[in-house]
C-alpha cells in the first residue's frame, strides 16, 4: 500500500475511535444533549440557506425555490416534528409481563445503536445525507456522514459548514468516492444506513455482513403509474409531469413510467404537453425552475434511451449543458432498453396495456418497486391493486407525496429496499428495542409455577 492509500484509512480510523470512544462516555444520552444538536442542525440550515441553495444549483441545475421545497425545508420541518416527539418516543413502553412471573414489571427501553454510518446519494445530496442524521441523533446515536462525490458542491459545503453547528465529539463528515466508502465499510459500525443504487447496496451489505451490522438500504428501481380511464385525465397528467419531471426526473419516487390502454394514452399525451408548458413553459432550457443532469454519463446514458419509443413530446438533448427536454415516449415495446431499469431522468415511456389485469401482472412480473401509484376513481381497481401488489409505498392519486407524511414509515421492499425511516421510523431504525424485565426476589412465586417438580397444575401455566 502507497503512503497516500494509507492517509484516508488512519484518518478514518482515528474519527472513528473518537466519536465511539465519546459515545462510550455517556455524551449522547441526554434528551437534552439530543434536542440541542437538532437545534444546531436546523439552524445551520437557516444560517446557511443560500451557501446550500447555491450549492444545489451548481451540482443540479436545481432552482432556489425547489432546493428549498424538496431539501430544506423538508428537513428543517422533519426536525421539527423530531423534537416535539422526541420525549415521547424516548420513553420507556411498558409491558404487561406474563401472568406466571408476577408479580414483575417489564418494558421496552428505546437504546442507541452506537456509531452510525450514513452514506448518501447526489440526487438530493442535502436531503438524503441529513434526514437520516436526524433520527441518528435523536435516537442518540454519534454518527459518519458520507456525502456522494457526483453532488461535490453538496458534500464540500457540508464538510465545511456542519462540523461547525454539531458536536465534533460526535459527528463528523468524510467525503469521498469509492475507495473512501470502502475503507468507511471496512470499519465496525452499529447501524449502516444507505441511499443509492442496488448493485452497491449489496456491496454495502456485504461489508456489513462481516461485523453483523445492521443494515438499512435505500434503493431505487422502476416505480410505476397506472392510470384508467375513471380519472380527471387532465389532473393526472399535470401531477404525473410534476412528478416525473422535478429534478429533472433523478427522483428515486419518481413515476418511472405509466401504464394505460390505448384510449388512455391517447387522450393522455396532449394533456402532458399542456401540463408540462403549464409547469415549464414554452423556453424550458432557459427555465431556471427546471433541473440538469447530474453528469454527462447520465445525459448519454439517457439520450441513449430515447431510441426505445416514439418521441410523442419533448426529445431535445444538449450534452453539453447537461439539459435533456422533458420527453414523453409512446410505443414502448416492453423488452427495450428503457423497460429494462430504472430510468432515472425526464423520460416518460407510456406502455400500453389490455386493462387491470394485464397491468397488475406486468408489475407482479418485476421486482418489487419502491412507491406504485394508481390513478383510478374505482375502488375496485384500488384494491386489487392494494391487495395483489407489494411496493415500498402505494398512493392514489398523487406521487410522490407520501414521503411528507412524517407519520408514514418511508422505504423499499425487495430489490427496492429494506428498512425504513421518517418520524418516529427513524428512530426506530437508529435504536434498538431492549427487553428489560424486573422480578423481586421475595415473594417466591417460580417454585409454584415455572418450577420443578412438574406437577399436573402446573401444565395449566
Ligand atoms: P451515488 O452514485 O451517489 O452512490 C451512492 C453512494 O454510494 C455514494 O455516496 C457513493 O460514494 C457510494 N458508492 C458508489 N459506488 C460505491 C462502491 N463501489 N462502493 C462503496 N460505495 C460506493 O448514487 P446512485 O447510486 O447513482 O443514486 C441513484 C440511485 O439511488 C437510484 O437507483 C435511486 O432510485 C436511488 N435512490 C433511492 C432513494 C431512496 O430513498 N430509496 C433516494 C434517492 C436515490
Known amino acids: 500500500m502507497t503512503e497516500q492509500a494509507a492517509e484516508p484509512t488512519t484518518a478514518i480510523i482515528e474519527t472513528l475511535a473518537r466519536l465511539r470512544e465519546n459515545y462510550n462516555a455517556g455524551l449522547t444520552r441526554s434528551a437534552a444533549w439530543r434536542d440541542n444538536q437538532l437545534l444546531a442542525l436546523s439552524r445551520m440550515l437557516t444560517d446557511n440557506s443560500g451557501v446550500f441553495e447555491s450549492a444545489l444549483q451548481r451540482d443540479l441545475g436545481k432552482s432556489p425555490v ?11 420541518s422533519e426536525i421539527d416534528h423530531t423534537r416535539s416527539q422526541l420525549g415521547k418516543w424516548m420513553r420507556p413502553r411498558r409491558v404487561m409481563p406474563s401472568v406466571a412471573l408476577l408479580p414483575a414489571s417489564a418494558k421496552v427501553i428505546r437504546e442507541p445503536l452506537g456509531a452510525a454510518l450514513i452514506i448518501a446519494p447526489w440526487n438530493y445530496p442535502l436531503m438524503l445525507a441529513l434526514s437520516p442524521l436526524v433520527g ?3 435516537a442518540g446515536n454519534v454518527a459518519v456522514v458520507k456525502p456522494s462525490e457526483l453532488a461535490p458542491n453538496v458534500s464540500a459545503a457540508l464538510a465545511k459548514i456542519l462540523p461547525t453547528y454539531l458536536d465534533h465529539r460526535a ?26 443504487n442496488g448493485a452497491v447496496g449489496r456491496i454495502v451489505m456485504t461489508a456489513a455482513a462481516q461485523h453483523l451490522t445492521p443494515v438499512t438500504l435505500e434503493l431505487g428501481g422502476k416505480s410505476p403509474a397506472y392510470v384508467d380511464d375513471t380519472s380527471d385525465l387532465r389532473q393526472v397528467a399535470q401531477r404525473l409531469a410534476w412528478g416525473k419531471f422535478l429534478n429533472a426526473g433523478q427522483t428515486c419516487v419518481a413515476p418511472d413510467y405509466v401504464l394505460a390502454t390505448r384510449p388512455v394514452i391517447d387522450r393522455l399525451v396532449p394533456m402532458l404537453a399542456e401540463a408540462i408548458r403549464d409547469l415549464f413553459g414554452t423556453s424550458i ?25 416514439r418521441i410523442a413530446i419533448g ?3 444538449d450534452r453539453d449543458d447537461r439539459y435533456i427536454e422533458p420527453t414523453v415516449l409512446t410505443d414502448v415495446s416492453r423488452d427495450s432498453d428503457i423497460m429494462a431499469s430504472e430510468i432515472f431522468g425526464p423520460l416518460l415511456p407510456l406502455i400500453e396495456v389490455t386493462g387491470l389485469d394485464d397491468a397488475i401482472n406486468y408489475v407482479r412480473g418485476g421486482d418489487k418497486p419502491l412507491a406504485l401509484y394508481v390513478f383510478s376513481e374505482s375502488n375496485r381497481a384500488r384494491d386489487r391493486w392494494a391487495n395483489e401488489t407489494s411496493s415500498g409505498g402505494l398512493a392514489f392519486g398523487i406521487p410522490m407525496a407520501h414521503l411528507m407524511v412524517s407519520g408514514l414509515p418511508f422505504g423499499g421492499v425487495g430489490e427496492s429496499g429494506m428498512g425504513a425511516y421518517h418520524g418516529e421510523r427513524s428512530f426506530l431504525t437508529f435504536s434498538h428495542e431492549k ?15 415455572i418450577m420443578p417438580p412438574y406437577t399436573a397444575q402446573k401444565e395449566a401455566i
Open 66 to 76: 425547489e432546493g428549498i421545497l424538496t431539501e430544506i425545508g423538508f428537513l428543517l
Open 435 to 449: 427487553a428489560v424485565l424486573s422480578k423481586p426476589l421475595t415473594p417466591d412465586t417460580l417454585r409454584a409455577t
Open 136 to 138: 441518528a441523533i435523536a
Open 315 to 317: 426529445g431535445t438533448v
Open 285 to 309: 432550457q432557459q427555465n431556471p425552475d427546471y433541473g440538469r443532469i447530474i453528469n454527462t454519463r447520465h445525459t448519454e446514458r439517457l439520450a441513449g434511451l430515447l431510441s426505445s419509443g
Open 171 to 196: 459527528f463528523a463528515v468524510i467525503e469521498g468516492g469509492v475507495e473512501e466508502t470502502t475503507e468507511l465499510l471496512e470499519q465496525r459500525w452499529d447501524s449502516i444506513f444507505y441511499t443509492g
